[in-house]
């Protein structure tokens, strides 16, 4: 093989790396070794490709340390210059090496600036490749080379290295590039915080993010022109909420969390409570109503007239259970019926569908504990969105909104549970 003047003998101790090489991530570790032992037993076979020009290694980084590792005299190979030095570095790589989609989109994104005919540098002529063309090339998404171009920018150095050994998935990567410095030390320090922390930071930006379209939703409704917007949006009222309800607007609630009377003769409001919730939730609104076990098919039957039936959870009692003699059963736990106005919203959390609670009845022998509306309030809606209980009784659903920040609707025929419930949300200290 001939060389050029500028070539660099092939014993030298040490040989430059031209840019385009660094792209691809170096073996370590393990697969270093691996490939040390393989040229050590049986040669180099592949040749280690060299630049005409400076003798820079534009191809085979990880062969040439191995080849100083395993004392065996590496074979050089110039490239003859012709085409593009970008796709033939990527086509080399790409058809020898097994890498991940997360480590492709970390060499996309590298090469996105890279000149088409060769390296960046005043000499070449060929126009700068986009991100686009560089995650065509490399044969990965756009928005999987945006996320590796943000690791790439705000990651440290022990981040990058980590996606490009394949370590962590690049989605993950991007997540946590967004912390401070010092965070990223930490979840790579011990990688079981990973998963952990990653989804923590998305959950984070999801309630932001909610937060900020229901903030939008809010003035909207408050710069309408149908001559009814705010009324209504806070308070409790004495009466039946099918007449009291005309003081809530269209749309306008983000939860309904109630607990309706549960006998016999008191299932027709189950239908005008399904009638009442369509029309005052937002789409991708959540009503959630306690029931009884006895007539539940007939309770669903009603409320399936005008919503979408979601789910069934269930709120577990403390204590004893409570005996139903005439049914012989001892009764452990109560049903909460979901409910979903149209359809669940994919940004919507998890929810557990259960919930441990202890009996609060020292108001009202039908009284609920707080903490289980606090736990379906928490977790289906956000700072400021309306809540609303049809029977609000003393005011549990309308203590819990209150602590976490939301505004509240309540009503209720029974005029001294209402003025319990004002006196109890009025002296709360939160």
Not at 350 to 378: M, N, T
Request: with cysteine; glycine share 10%; hydrophobic share 35%.
């Amino acid at each position: 093989m001939r060389r050029t003047a500028a070539e660099p003998q092939e014993n030298s101790k040490h040989r430059r790396f031209h840019p385009l090489a660094d792209i691809f991530p170096l073996l370590e570790g393990a697969e270093l070794e691996s490939l040390v032992a393989d040229i050590r037993e049986n040669g180099l076979r592949e040749p280690i490709w060299i630049h005409p020009e400076d003798g820079r290694i534009i191809d085979g980084r990880n062969r040439w340390r191995a080849c100083k590792h395993a004392g065996v005299k590496p074979k050089l190979r110039i490239w003859d210059g012709r085409g593009s030095l970008v796709a033939f570095v990527v086509s080399l790589n790409l058809h020898r090496r097994h890498l991940t989609e997360s480590q492709r989109a970390m060499v996309a994104a590298r090469l996105a600036g890279y000149a088409h005919g060769g390296d960046r540098s005043k000499r070449s002529t060929g126009h700068l490749m986009s991100r686009r063309q560089a995650a065509g090339a490399l044969n990965v998404g756009l928005k999987s080379t945006h996320r590796a171009g943000k690791v790439l920018k705000m990651g440290t150095p022990e981040l990058i290295r980590a996606v490009d050994e394949g370590r962590i998935r690049l989605r993950v990567a991007a997540d946590i590039a967004g912390e401070g410095k010092s965070s990223q030390r930490e979840f790579i320090a011990d990688e079981r915080l990973i998963v952990r922390a990653a989804r923590a930071i998305m959950e984070r930006r999801r309630i932001r993010r909610d937060e900020g379209k229901r903030a939008e939703h809010r003035v909207r409704l408050a710069t309408s022109n149908d001559g009814r917007s705010g009324r209504g949006v806070q308070g409790i009222y004495v009466g039946d909420f099918r007449r009291v309800s005309s003081r809530l607007d269209d749309n306008s609630v983000r939860l309904i969390y109630t607990d309706p009377p549960y006998a016999k003769s008191h299932l027709e409001l189950f239908g005008d409570l399904g009638a009442f919730a369509a029309r005052v939730l937002e789409p991708g609104g959540h009503l959630l109503c306690h029931c009884g076990t006895r007539w539940l098919p007939d309770v669903l039957d009603n409320l399936r007239r005008h919503l979408r039936y979601h789910w069934t959870c269930a709120v577990i009692h403390t204590g004893r259970d409570a005996l139903v003699r005439h049914q012989g059963v001892g009764c452990s736990f109560k049903p909460v019926l979901w409910f979903i106005k149209m359809k669940r919203n994919k940004s919507d959390p998890i929810l557990r569908d259960s919930v441990i609670s202890s009996p609060e009845k020292g108001l009202h022998p039908w009284q609920q504990s707080v903490e289980e509306a606090h736990h379906f309030i928490r977790r289906l809606s956000g700072p400021g969105d309306l809540v609303a209980d049809p029977f609000c009784g003393t005011g549990t659903t309308l203590i819990a909104a209150k602590k976490l920040g939301r505004r509240w609707f309540g009503c209720d025929i029974d005029r001294d549970c209402v003025l319990t419930a004002r006196r109890r949300v009025a002296c709360m200290d939160i």
